[in-house]
């Protein structure tokens, strides 16, 4: 059972230090939050250091994640999903974390040179020696998903319980393929950047670039949140929509944007990242209330994917 927000731990080491990131995950706990993410690679293993000393206190009341796959040192098995690397990640993240335990162990990403038998026998194994609870996956497409449970059916394997995916008003591809897999698979779904790395937080304008200082103004082309590929038609049309209805309920952007994503009937619980106290306090604002049904088509329709074949063709299908 997990909170309908998750905290992320990402900043943790980097944008925010050690006294900063206790008091977020203090004020997230006093909250009412319980789910908590972090990963080896964020900071290179100090984010999870910060975390395992902020939750050590009641570390068996936070249903704790991580993740396994990213480098984490020079050599070959320093990375993927190989069974050396998966277990020796996770004795190295248990370290780290202070605890003897993992609740949620996520692969971060598919990995083409691990044989995908190889990885789930290894995820298996730590599960059986009590050192992980439940096995999760991020940034899967839907045949990986699907292909993955498969295998776990097939084999006697621990079965991915939830999918970690980009989803928010400025990033709906997994509406596709992705979110369909995991409801009809029984998969959680838990957003990474619900607010498009802060884009959706309405502090970016059409004039001008991203303001000094802030996450998008400093990314490079290759991350998710680079300015040009939020700075777009489509999202100026979405923070458009956005704004209208903060402005009518009296809510502020980033509480209407994640209180969107709550609604949505594939998802768990969205991954806040937050930088500071201010930000977390507005993001714990977005839970406790509702956005009403015209308010949520409305933000729907403001960024809604193009409607492509196959999806358009199989759902006309259905009504011959
Ligand atoms: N599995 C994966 O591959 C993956 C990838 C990325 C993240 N994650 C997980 O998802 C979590 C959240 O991702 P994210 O950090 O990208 O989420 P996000 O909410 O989309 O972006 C967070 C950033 O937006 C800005 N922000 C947040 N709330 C704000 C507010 N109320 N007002 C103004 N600015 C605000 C802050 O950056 P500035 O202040 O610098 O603008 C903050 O660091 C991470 O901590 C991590 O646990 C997973």
Not at 1 to 30: A, H, N, P, Q, Y
Request: charge should be negative; aromatic fraction near 8%.
């Amino acid at each position: 059972m997990v909170s309908e927000l998750c905290l992320g731990c990402m900043t943790f080491g980097r944008e925010t230090d050690e006294e900063g990131s206790r008091e977020i995950v203090g004020r997230f706990l006093e909250a009412g939050g319980n789910f908590i993410d972090t990963a080896d690679v964020y900071s290179t293993g100090v984010s999870e250091e910060i975390t395992g000393r902020a939750i050590r206190e009641v570390r068996d009341d936070v249903v704790l994640a991580t993740k396994v796959r990213f480098p984490m040192g020079e050599g070959p098995n320093d990375v993927g999903l190989s069974r050396k690397h998966v277990t020796r990640g996770c004795e190295e993240s248990l370290r780290r974390l202070g605890t003897d335990y993992i609740d949620l162990y996520q692969v971060h990403c598919w990995d083409a040179a691990a044989p995908l038998e190889e990885t789930l026998s290894a995820l298996t194994d730590l599960v059986r020696s009590g050192k992980v609870r439940y096995i999760g996956v991020s940034n899967f497409t839907a045949w990986q998903i699907m292909k993955s449970v498969c295998v776990s059916g097939a084999n006697g394997f621990e079965r991915f319980v939830c999918l970690q995916p980009q989803y928010s008003l400025v990033e709906r591809n997994v509406e596709y393929e992705i979110l369909p897999a995991c409801e009809e698979e029984g998969l959680g779904v838990i957003p990474w950047s619900p607010l498009g790395g802060g884009f959706l937080s309405g502090k970016y304008r059409r004039e001008g670039g991203p303001p000094a200082g802030t996450r998008i103004a400093e990314a490079v082309e290759s991350m998710e949140e680079y300015w040009d590929r939020r700075a777009t038609g489509r999202n100026w049309a979405v923070i458009d929509a956005v704004g209208e209805i903060a402005e009518a309920t009296g809510k502020s952007y980033a509480q209407i944007s994640l209180n969107w994503l709550l609604r949505q009937p594939a998802v768990t619980a969205p991954i806040l990242g937050v930088r500071t106290m201010e930000q977390l306090e507005d993001n714990l604002g977005a839970a406790g209330w509702e956005l009403d049904e015209g308010q949520v088509q409305r933000l729907s329709e403001a960024g809604a994917p193009e409607d492509t074949y196959p999806h358009r063709f199989i759902r006309n299908a259905q009504r011959v």
